[in-house]
């Protein structure tokens, strides 16, 4: 085209005219360039990868990918939230979705998993319910991406198999602090099958190397105003600068003769296995080591299906599963437009494949010949089916029989045991966090009804943490309840999880004339072992300081709030700038109330002093710069300090 700014007018002040296809296709093809968003997980954020074992598991099965240690299978994985819209913020209170795609050599494997190991129905067909309570209420569309209303709560307290899940979601793990710093579940119960048809149970786990760590709730209402994409930054940053986030695949297998053998029904996905009773094997390692180029053509067109499956791995009859399997393949149709979605870049398998599926929407196969049907002599009786000997998939031949039924086995009927579990696995500063979740989200609930069925319910999970909420939320304390169980998993607990200051954001407060010798080596100290040290001043740009040292700060305090990072250096203040003091007091003592790790060195010392800071828990003063960095370091690596007093 010769112009693209001007539509084509009968005269230069004339109407335009039909005739101007340019402007007719440009403005046709921008009028149809959304798409539906995901009923559910519409929020998301994805990054490539791969993925390599450890060691060859064909003892249990023979999915291609799971034989050779020296086999490298790309990987696509896509984090989300749950319940919230495509624009909403990336720290709301929820679950995160935790979606893989392997490219194998036998095509994909979708393992479409969440952060927290269950999920709040057994059935699937209560699926539409559940969703349907948590999204924004149907008369105002409020709120956004919360589940603090009283739909959500109205179908808690009726339908009691959510206690388990609801006790993770009103835990930290409910606000990662990022992507990187989850765990990833199965969730179901799945099945491996080796070579020589043997089957075995299993559930499938991510472990990040970083460990698994949260936000507090109040800087993740903050940073839901200051960074709503604060999630999608730290992956995207970090995968920019080369720190390629890290998860070992785990296993927890469970031999088939076994299966009755657990307190609880393995076909029930609101249970887990405790770890300490059947240990997960790390078995391989996935390293997200590349961003995407088009947010839209790669992840928003993601079409992950648990249908996608290769030989050696298959389903339990866990009828959330089994609805599961339905849905997805079933959701792409609307939201991708038709049956074709496989062929888009990002859901095509790396391999080739051959079937006489044909046409129907945005079909781009050029299938050649007449044939497009089996069996045939045309064509050789091609495509032809492969026997599980050359590759082909085969479902495992469970025995099934039972008669027709709509009901729910009695083994699904504990819903309070795994609850309890988990709250007696939480430190004191991580059950505190679950009684002022429960309390700010039924503190939004309206009717005094619903508050007080929630009441009720969870009396039989704890009513010591029952008694608090009820308090806090003016509701009269429950009158029975209790649990007998006194078990407790330690793996549930965030504290027992690897700490390490690699990759932590350190805010550095400085402004011109400081110390420049000293103050860069602590700088270059910190970027050496992995940390990730960012520069607030007055102004964005240069800061000056002794011996000609100059640094460049990214960031004022219009920019940039002390929850976006993880830690807190502060060096001097401003002769002349008191409005930047004021500032620097109020980052610094932001961080202290989120119980992050402090420093200070040169004036700053003076500044905590003033403060009363000096003393506490994870404050570090360098008066011997010498030795700061690594003392400060070793802060950092804890990452919170929650016996810190604070007034
Ligand atoms: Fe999903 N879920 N889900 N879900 N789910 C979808 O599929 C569904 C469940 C999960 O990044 C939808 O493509 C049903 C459990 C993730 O693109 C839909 C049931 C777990 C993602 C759907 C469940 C998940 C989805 C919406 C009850 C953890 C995002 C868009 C049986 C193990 C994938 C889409 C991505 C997305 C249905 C329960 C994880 C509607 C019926 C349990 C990570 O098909």
């Known amino acids: 085209?010769?112009?693209?700014?001007?539509?084509?007018?009968?005269?230069?002040?004339?109407?335009?005219?039909?005739?101007?296809?340019?402007?007719?296709?440009?403005?046709?093809?921008?009028?149809?360039?959304?798409?539906?968003?995901?009923?559910?997980?519409?929020?998301?954020?994805?990054?490539?990868?791969?993925?390599?074992?450890?060691?060859?598991?064909?003892?249990?099965?023979?999915?291609?990918?799971l034989q050779d240690t020296s086999v490298i299978t790309p990987v696509f994985v896509r984090f989300s939230t749950v319940n919230g819209s495509r624009g909403s913020a990336d720290t709301v209170r929820d679950a995160r979705g935790f979606a893989t795609k392997f490219y194998t050599e036998e095509g994909n494997y979708d393992l479409v998993g969440n952060n927290i190991p269950v999920f709040f129905i057994q059935d699937a067909i209560k699926f539409p319910d559940l969703v349907h309570a948590f999204k924004p209420e149907p008369d105002n569309d409020i709120p956004q991406a919360s589940t603090a209303h009283d739909t959500f709560w109205d179908f808690v307290a009726n339908n009691q198999e959510s206690a388990h899940m609801i006790m993770w979601v009103m835990s930290d793990r409910a606000i990662p602090r990022s992507f990187r710093m989850m765990e990833g579940f199965g969730v179901h119960t799945f099945r491996f099958v080796n070579e020589q048809g043997k089957a075995c149970f299993v559930k499938f786990h991510w472990k990040p190397l970083l460990g698994?760590?949260?936000l507090v709730w109040e800087e993740a209402h903050e940073l839901a105003g200051i960074d709503p994409d604060f999630h999608r930054n730290d992956l995207w940053h970090a995968i920019e600068n080369g720190h390629y986030p890290e998860y070992e695949l785990g296993v927890q297998i469970l031999a088939e003769e076994d299966e009755f053998k657990l307190p609880h029904d393995i076909l029930d996905a609101t249970k887990i296995w405790p770890e300490e009773i059947i240990p997960v094997q790390t078995i391989g390692k996935m390293t997200l080591n590349r961003n995407v180029d088009n947010f839209f053509a790669e992840t928003e067109q993601a079409a992950f299906h648990l249908g996608n499956v290769v030989p050696g791995i298959d389903f339990t009859n866990d009828p959330l599963l089994q609805g599961r399997l339905f849905s997805y393949l079933d959701t792409q149709l609307i939201r991708l437009g038709g049956p074709n979605f496989h062929e888009i870049p990002i859901n095509r398998p790396i391999v080739p494949f051959h079937n006489n599926q044909r046409d129907g929407y945005h079909r781009q196969t050029i299938n050649v010949g007449k044939v497009n049907y089996h069996r045939n002599s045309l064509a050789g009786n091609t495509p032809a089916p492969a026997s599980p000997a050359e590759g082909g998939y085969q479902h495992y031949q469970e025995k099934v029989e039972g008669r027709k039924i709509q009901a729910r086995s009695k083994s699904f009927a504990d819903h309070f045991s795994q609850a309890t579990l988990f709250w007696n696995s939480m430190s004191p500063a991580e059950k505190?966090?679950?009684?002022?979740?429960?309390?700010?989200?039924?503190?939004?609930?309206?009717?005094?009804?619903?508050?007080?069925?929630?009441?009720?319910?969870?009396?039989?999970?704890?009513?010591?943490?029952?008694?608090?909420?009820?308090?806090?939320?003016?509701?009269?304390p429950p009158t029975s309840g209790g649990s007998n169980v006194k078990e407790a998993s330690p793996a549930l607990s965030q504290q027992n999880t690897i700490f390490t200051p690699v990759t932590r954001k350190v805010a550095v407060i400085v402004t011109n004339d400081f110390n420049g010798p000293e103050v860069k080596y602590v700088i270059d100290r910190l970027a050496a072992c992995g940390l990730m040290p960012e520069i607030i001043s007055e102004n964005q740009g240069e800061v000056l300081g002794t011996n000609g040292v100059k640094l460049n700060a990214r960031h004022t305090f219009l920019t940039a709030r002390s929850v976006q990072f993880d830690a807190v250096y502060l060096v001097n203040a401003s002769k002349t700038n008191k409005a930047f003091n004021k500032n620097a007091a109020n980052f610094v003592n932001q961080a202290f109330s989120h119980y992050k790790p402090i420093a200070a060195t040169h004036q700053g010392i003076q500044f905590f002093a003033l403060n009363n800071l000096n003393g506490q828990p994870g404050v570090v003063t360098g008066y011997d710069v010498r030795n700061f960095p690594d003392e400060f370091i070793n802060a950092i690596a804890l990452h919170r300090y929650w016996d810190r007093k604070l007034v």
């Open 212 to 214: 698994t760590h949260s």
């Open 1 to 65: 085209m010769s112009e693209d700014e001007f539509s084509l007018k009968a005269g230069v002040r004339g109407p335009t005219l039909m005739e101007d296809f340019h402007f007719r296709e440009k403005m046709t093809h921008f009028d149809h360039e959304r798409i539906p968003e995901r009923v559910v997980h519409a929020r998301g954020f994805a990054a490539h990868g791969e993925f390599q074992l450890y060691e060859s598991m064909s003892q249990y099965t023979r999915a291609k990918f």
């Open 432 to 476: 505190e966090h679950i009684i002022n979740a429960f309390s700010f989200e039924l503190g939004k609930v309206k009717s005094l009804s619903v508050k007080k069925q929630v009441i009720e319910m969870f009396a039989n999970v704890s009513l010591e943490m029952t008694k608090i909420i009820a308090k806090k939320i003016g509701m009269p």
